[in-house]
């Protein structure tokens, strides 16, 4: 924990702050209210304690600050005994409690820690609607796989931003919280796809707002990287970000602050961020529909994941992984896979990579009651449609860019051509196939 503490009595300043130090919890100092805003525009805190009465800038005035524009902290107000009641209308403009001098500084920490809990544990019900902190693993030992949760992990100590890449499915949100895992950050893991929300709800989204800054906006809200605080920032699907966005999270990430939609006070925040794409981000710099300057920004460290077709051995012990996992989930026992099953499995190339692979197994379970799942309990759904695959299959032949036109081709098909239901078949956003029909000549 950190806490400002702005009072004009030096002494008491520095008695304080050797208190509070003495308790833990780390202490910055300011003798008025314009150097605590300062303090509040360049650094974060966990609370603020507030006097009312001082020269220049008054503790009234930074409260309104504070609540107007300034971080969403828990601010206690300080006051002599006459201005109790000046300390009461504070709390009613925002402040969380108050103290009157000359206070127990143990009374001060008790309830410095009690803000402090109420304020984590509102803003953790938010952060934990948008994310689970379930363990996870990369599961697999290929070569390649072990090489990318090597990097992993030796990234995850660092603050540098990480960019993974992969073709879609191969399971760069369980590497994104990997690297959590592996950083020992004690904030929350915030997940958001960017190609999934409307442009025009983005920035509210990510950044935040005020009160009153458009239509609907009838109190102040927090965004992402606000939650995030301590934290890791997700950011999956980054190549579908907006130029207009761009700019502004290229901003976040150099300067380490935001700016709330509606507001014009830079916000301290420290969130870690991982980005995720499975687009050739590269190729949109040069078409100019990317930024290089964000590109160089993200790409600090970059982590491939491979697709599961190159990860030699690994399809069998992951749909062992799955089914532990799932049917556990069902309330099943399930002892694992036939032979012949296992040979099928290592023979599919499995086009839609781990997620496939793990809507396979999930599909089986469903269906089939016995203990061990036999080749017969699986289906995939091939670029040519539906079917049931068999151990002595042929290979899905052809490049990658045609396995992936005709895939997609194919699952409009059999949507009857309706974009949402072919996007979320494919588990790819609308934005990016409707890109794709334009590449394969197809109108959107």
Known sequence: MQVLIVDDEPNLLRSLEGFLKTEGIGCLTAPEGRAAQTILQEKT?????????????DGMTLLGWIKESG????????????????????????????????FDPDELVLRLRKAVRERTLSNGAEAERRSTEERVELVGNSPRILEAVRLIEKAAVT?????LTGESGTGKEVAARL??????????????????????????????????????????KQGLFELAQGGTLFL?????????????????????????????????VDARIVAATNRDLE??????????????????????LPPLRARVGDVVPMAEYFIRKLAGAMGRRVDGLSPEARALLESYEFP?????????????????????????DFQFFTPSGPGTARGGQEPLSGTLADLERRAILAALDR????????????GITRRTLLTKLKEYGVSP
């Open 179 to 220: 690297a959590h895992q592996a950083s020992k950050r004690s904030g929350p893991f915030i997940a958001v796809n960017l190609g999934a929300i409307p442009d025009t709800l983005l920035e509210s989204e990510l950044f935040g707002h005020e009160k009153g800054a458009f239509t609907g906006a009838d109190s102040r």
């Open 415 to 426: 949507n009857s051509g309706r974009r949402e239901q072919t996007a979320r078949e494919l």
């Open 236 to 268: 999956d699907e980054i190549g579908e970000l907006p130029l207009q966005l761009q700019v502004k999270l290229l901003r976040a990430l150099q300067e380490r602050k935001i700016q709330r939609l509606g507001g014009v006070q830079g916000i301290p």
């Open 159 to 163: 603050p540098a931003t990480i960019l």
């Open 352 to 376: 839609g990579n781990v997620r496939e692979l793990q809507n396979a197994v999930e599909r089986a379970l469903i269906l089939s009651d016995k203990p061990i799942l036999d080749a017969g």
């Open 71 to 102: 971080p969403d902290v828990p601010v206690i107000m300080a006051s002599a005994h006459g201005d109790v009641g000046d300390a009461v209308q504070a709390m009613k403009l925002g402040a969380y409690d108050y103290l009157v001098k000359p």
């Open 283 to 304: 190729a949109m710099v040069r078409e100019g529909r990317f930024r290089e300057d964000l590109y160089y920004r993200i790409n600090v460290i970059r982590i491939v």
């Open 45 to 57: 805190v966990d609370a603020v304690v507030l006097d009312l009465r001082m020269p220049g800038m």
